[in-house]
C-alpha cells in the first residue's frame, strides 16, 4: 500500500560524500515521519536520521555534524546528505515512513529494500 524507492547508494572512499534519495508512493493519507536507518554486517539495525511531520530532526550521535537529513514533503521525498565518510559507516541504509494509509486506521510503518554504502579506508 505504500512503495518506498530508495537511491544514491555506492562505493566511496574515506573522507567522500554521497546522497541518499527515498519516495514514498501509494495511497498516502498522511506521513507521521520519514527517515533512514542503517544496519552494518553483524550488528542490528539502528537510527540514522528521522524527521518527523512537525519539522522535527534526529540524527545519531555518530553521523550528527557529518549527514544531513532534508525533506520534500510535495514529493513525500527525504533526502539524506552523508558528508565526510568514515568505513564505519559501511552498511546497507534503508527507509523507513511510518504514514497512514487511505482508508486504514492508525499508522503503519513501512521499510524500504535498502541500499548499500560501501566507505573504504
Known amino acids: 500500500q505504500v512503495q518506498l524507492v530508495e537511491s544514491g547508494g555506492g562505493l566511496v572512499q574515506a573522507g567522500g560524500s554521497l546522497r541518499l534519495s527515498c519516495g514514498a508512493s501509494?495511497?498516502?493519507?498522511?506521513?507521521?515521519?520519514m527517515g533512514w536507518y542503517r544496519q552494518a554486517p553483524g550488528k542490528q539495525r539502528e537510527l540514522v536520521a528521522v524527521?518527523?511531520?512537525?519539522?522535527?530532526?534526529n540524527y545519531a550521535d555518530s553521523v550528527k555534524g557529518r549527514f544531513t537529513l532534508s525533506r520534500d514533503n510535495a514529493n513525500n521525498t527525504v533526502y539524506l546528505q552523508m558528508d565526510s565518510l568514515k568505513p564505519e559507516d559501511t552498511a546497507v541504509y534503508y527507509c523507513?515512513?511510518?504514514?497512514?494509509?487511505?482508508?486504514?486506521?492508525?499508522?503503519?510503518?513501512?521499510w524500504g529494500k535498502g541500499t548499500l554504502v560501501t566507505v573504504s579506508s
Open positions: 501509494g495511497r498516502i493519507f498522511s506521513i507521521n515521519s
Open positions: 523507513k515512513t511510518i504514514a497512514k494509509v487511505t482508508g486504514d486506521y492508525g499508522n503503519t510503518q513501512w
Open positions: 524527521v518527523t511531520s512537525g519539522g522535527n530532526t
